[in-house]
């Protein structure tokens, strides 16, 4: 878990999208806050991934508990004027590669707000 | 962080919401998925938890990460004919009482009735 968190926080840093092909197993499964259906596999994850990262402001990772195939990631950020907390929750697999992606935001206002914008960009 | 969590799960078991006062701190703080601004002290926590364990229907944790004075708790439940998911991230103080609960849900459609709900127990 160590070496997937350290390649996800440089990928977090540097907006190096490319090292999401390192550390997304092929199969993973990616819950977005918006619908309760999980999308899947590699393609899909890393655009919903590229984008969120571009709505975001001021992202920054505010507490991080870690267990031996699951994490949990609490950030804060911005969405145009509203201040907003999430969770990334990740699962590796015995290789280290992500094969579970959830994400949680509140408060309502500000993942509605998100919602938007997510959709501005990538339509539905 | 062992014997907090114990308690915990304890009072969901048995609905025997008495056991808060034995875990909750006086100065916790409490960050609803609906609102930014946290609710503080021990009595505004006891009621939101007291009333929220009500309107969830079949819940279950699914996912535990646990940390040194932090964790992730991984719930699934129904509010109506939604199916949810949601995380409680938990902070104790040294002596082991719950100075901060976040609550997070997803997706979007459960949490809107999921206010609407609370809504009418508790109003706003």
Redesign the interface.
């Given at each position: 878990m160590e070496k997937t968190l350290e390649i996800w926080h440089e990928l977090v840093r540097s907006r190096q999208m490319v090292l999401l092909d390192e550390i997304l197993a092929d199969e993973i499964r990616f819950?977005?806050?918006?619908?309760?259906k999980p999308k899947e596999g590699k393609a899909m994850a890393k655009f919903i991934l590229s984008n969120v990262i571009e709505v975001f402001e001021d992202f920054r990772y505010v507490?991080q508990?870690?267990?031996e195939t699951?994490?949990?990631l609490?950030f804060e950020a911005r969405v145009g004027e509203?201040?907003?907390?999430?969770?990334d929750?990740i699962r590796i697999d015995e290789s280290g590669k992500i094969i579970d992606f959830?994400?949680?935001?509140?408060?309502?206002n500000?993942?509605?707000t998100l919602?938007a914008e997510m959709g501005k960009r990538i339509g539905a």
């Open positions: 819950h977005s806050p918006f619908v309760w507490r508990i870690v267990g699951d994490c949990c609490e509203l201040s907003l907390r999430g969770v929750l959830e994400v949680m935001v509140r408060p309502a500000a993942l509605q919602g």
